[in-house]
Every structure is written in structure tokens, then in C-alpha cells.
């Protein structure tokens, strides 16, 4: 069973859409959630953290349900820089366990 | 400073060859790590450095060997790779319980 299930997509959306991605995570006492951007053959980079009570950075809404073990990221008014995969990491202690990482491409 | 640099950018090695990948951060981070990672794949965890001793070390095959010479370097060595090595080597950094900080990567040809 795997640490943190992701669903791959791919994702592809108009511009100016609202796309929603989900993740499940298995143990209860992970501690620490985050969303990561990769673009193609670049590094990962930190999009936001996730917090119990929800958290908002722009066009970006993150949201954590800790009773379901569920982790969600919505992105509003989708531009065509947002096209990257989208990585679902959950922490737990040293270590960081990885979704597979969800395609978005946002189409003109 | 919120930057982990690597270097080189670009490795293309023999299966004969000895190599090392150098990591480095200046954010006082206690815990760095490698990740290896092929296309369309998530980074797949190598090893784990805390406080500059190796804790996790993901049953990689003893061609890749780690060193932490101090609390901001991070050195993997290379040494009789195979052509499925090839990919993309991350390394990160994490105060301890907070979010990681990846490096650009390094992108390893083994021929």
C-alpha cells in the first residue's frame, strides 16, 4: 500500500477553468503537508503548505482533512503558466513520502 | 538564502568511471537529502542525512555512496554505474519537520 495515492491524470483544462486535485495519504500521524510544482525537467518547488484549518495564496486554495486522511489543492482562473504536475507530499518526521504527481495542462 | 545549489548540472559517465555529485546549502538546515528520478516518476528517496549522520539509506546499491562532510555539503559518489542509473539526482534540504528545499539536480547520462 502506498504512502500518499495521487491521481495522475492528465488534467487538461481551458483557460480560465477551476481544476480541483486530490490526495489520500495512509498514516494518521503524518505531520506536515505540502503541494510541489514540477515543470518538465526542472526541480520540485514548493506551491504551499497544507493546514488543518485551509489555506489560501491567490488563485490557490489548499485544504486538510485530517479525519479522512485527505489532502486537496484548487486552482481558480487557471492560466497557461500553470501547466506543470503538481506533487502531493506528506512528512513524517526525516522523511518525505511523494504522490505520483497529478499532469496539468492548461490548454488556450 | 533559501537556495540548494548543485553541481554539475549535466554528468555523462562510463560504467567504468568514478564520479561525484556535490550538493550545497547555507540555510542551516539539519537534514539533506538525495532523490533519484526517472521521467514522469516522483523523486525516489536514496539517503537521508541528520545532523550530519547518514539515518535512512533506501537499500541503494553500494555504487552510490554518500558523505556529508559538514552540515551544509552533501557529496554522493558514483562508481561502476549501470545504464539504468540514468536520471535525474535531486538533493534537498528541510529544517526537520518543515518543507524541503530541492536543488536544481543533476541530470546523469551512464553509458
Known amino acids: 500500500r502506498k504512502e500518499v495515492e495521487q491521481d495522475p491524470g492528465p488534467f487538461n483544462v481551458p483557460e480560465g477553468a477551476t481544476v480541483a486535485f486530490n490526495c489520500t495519504y495512509s498514516n494518521s500521524a503524518s505531520q506536515s503537508f505540502f503541494w510541489y510544482r514540477q515543470d518538465c525537467r526542472k526541480e520540485p518547488k514548493l506551491l504551499m503548505s497544507?493546514?488543518?484549518s485551509g489555506n489560501e495564496d491567490g488563485r490557490f486554495t489548499a485544504q486538510l482533512n485530517r479525519a479522512s486522511q485527505y489532502i486537496s489543492l484548487l486552482i481558480r482562473d487557471s492560466k497557461l503558466s500553470d501547466s506543470a504536475t503538481y506533487l502531493c507530499v506528506v512528512n513524517e518526521g526525516n522523511q518525505f513520502y511523494f504522490g505520483t504527481g497529478t499532469s496539468l495542462t492548461v490548454i488556450p | 538564502d533559501t537556495e540548494v545549489t548543485q553541481t554539475p548540472k549535466h554528468l555523462v559517465m562510463g560504467m567504468t568511471n568514478k564520479k561525484s555529485l556535490k550538493c550545497e546549502q547555507h540555510?542551516?538546515?539539519?537534514?539533506m537529502y538525495w532523490y533519484k528520478q526517472k521521467a514522469k516518476k516522483p523523486p525516489e528517496l536514496m539517503f537521508v542525512?541528520?545532523?550530519?549522520?547518514?539515518?535512512i539509506n533506501e537499500s541503494v546499491p553500494s555504487r552510490f555512496s554518500p558523505e556529508c562532510p559538514n552540515s551544509s555539503l552533501l557529496n554522493l559518489h558514483l562508481h561502476a554505474l549501470q545504464p539504468e542509473d540514468s536520471a535525474l539526482y535531486l538533493c534537498?534540504?528541510?529544517?526537520?519537520?518543515?518543507?524541503?528545499?530541492f536543488g536544481p539536480g543533476t541530470r546523469l547520462t551512464v553509458l
Open positions: 534537498a534540504s528541510s529544517p526537520g519537520g518543515y518543507e524541503q528545499f
Open positions: 497544507v493546514y488543518s
Open positions: 540555510m542551516g538546515h539539519r537534514a
Open positions: 542525512y541528520s545532523y550530519e549522520k547518514l539515518s
